[in-house]
């Protein structure tokens, strides 16, 4: 039995040189929903790159909004792109808890469930489940899963959940060095990394390439501090949400700051970048909520729900905290930010 932690973009910079000291692993959110750039989750490259670098053994977890199959494998195809040079020494879990979800017969949750985790085996990865326990008893409660390892969340001082599993969420408030605030708590009850090591599973026998995400001719979204060269030096002006071109690439190992913007502006880090693809929001878009936004663009006053809504886009300020004014015929459902809303 060990203890690990997991996380996600909520936690923020994390300081992991200080968290290393109070943990024996982490399970580290790489996204959410559809193989889209833009639900990547922005802290997944910065979280495993420390882990790495640490020789802290991780895993992960997508968090799932699939409702059918097509969605399944797009959900598929979105944590392969994000671990497909990654050092995995814990599994790949499926998230399931979403709200959009929780509408779904239990037999189509079922059948959605199994054809992710059957994906992912099929590619070589040890998977397996992570919910609470009512869904585990009343929602995923079928032999079609059983075979999966299962992950449970239930916060409490001891587990009663009946089935075998691999690992326990026993606390959302951990309280840790090296993190703001309150991070979850788990524990895993088997030796993964040696079980993975030697059933030859997530390929941690594939050399690591350096590649580069993204090319010359992106189109991105920058926020972050421009340098004067690919290796950090001489940092110069901070740019927000400033759509620019990549013009040069250096593919080099040491090259922290691999991409030039705009032949010249300066050097800047990739997860400083966002791809800007064919999926951005103009007024008129059909959307779906998938996460909460605020009553104001401003992210003051309360938290604008919503989540499962098909609503549509009524207007765009750029520079605003929440961007997105999302709302129908009867009125404004709330703000909300581009990760928080599907397009439909």
């Known amino acids: 039995m060990v203890k690990g932690i997991d996380v996600s973009s909520h936690q923020g910079n994390i300081n992991w040189e200080e968290t290393k000291k109070s943990i024996d692993f982490a399970?580290?959110?790489?996204?959410y929903g559809n193989n889209r750039v833009t639900q990547d989750d922005?802290?997944?490259e910065r979280n495993a790159d420390y882990c790495e670098q640490l020789g802290i053994p991780y895993g992960v977890y997508l968090y799932s909004y699939a409702t059918n199959l097509e969605e399944a494998a797009s959900e598929v195809e979105h944590t392969l792109r994000l671990i497909q040079n990654?050092?995995?020494e814990y599994p790949?879990?499926?998230?399931?808890?979403?709200?959009?979800?929780r509408a779904l017969p239990n037999e189509t949750l079922v059948n959605v469930v199994e054809y992710y985790c059957t994906k992912m085996e099929e590619a070589g990865y040890y998977v397996g489940i992570y919910a609470n326990l009512d869904w585990f008893v009343n929602r995923l409660d079928s032999p079609k899963l059983d075979k999966f390892d299962h992950w449970l969340a239930q916060w409490s001082e001891k587990p009663t959940y009946q089935k075998p599993f691999g690992m326990w969420q026993y606390t959302s408030k951990l309280t840790i060095p090296g993190i703001d605030g309150y991070v979850d708590g788990d524990i895993a009850y088997k030796d993964y990394p040696k079980i993975i090591r030697e059933n030859n599973l997530n390929h941690l026998d594939k050399p690591v390439t350096n590649p580069l995400k993204f090319q010359v001719g992106d189109q991105v979204l920058f926020t972050g501090t421009l340098y004067k060269d690919s290796y950090g030096a001489g940092p110069g002006q901070s740019k927000k949400n400033l759509k620019a071109t990549i013009t040069q690439v250096n593919p080099k190992p040491n090259a922290t700051k691999p991409y030039n913007l705009n032949n010249?502006?300066?050097?800047?880090?990739?997860?400083?970048?966002t791809k800007i693809d064919n999926n951005e929001l103009t007024v008129g878009t059909p959307v779906q909520i998938i996460l909460p936004g605020k009553a104001s663009k401003d992210g003051s006053g309360k938290i604008a729900w919503g989540i499962g809504y098909k609503r549509t886009v009524l207007s765009v300020d750029p520079n605003a905290t929440f961007p997105y004014r999302i709302g129908d015929q009867t009125g404004t459902t709330g703000f909300y930010k581009r990760n928080a809303l599907k397009k439909l």
């Open 27 to 31: 399970i580290i959110r790489c996204g």
């Open 42 to 44: 922005n802290k997944f």
């Open 86 to 88: 990654r050092k995995l």
């Open 92 to 101: 790949v879990f499926l998230d399931v808890e979403s709200e959009v979800q």
């Open 264 to 273: 010249g502006l300066g050097w800047v880090s990739e997860n400083d970048l």
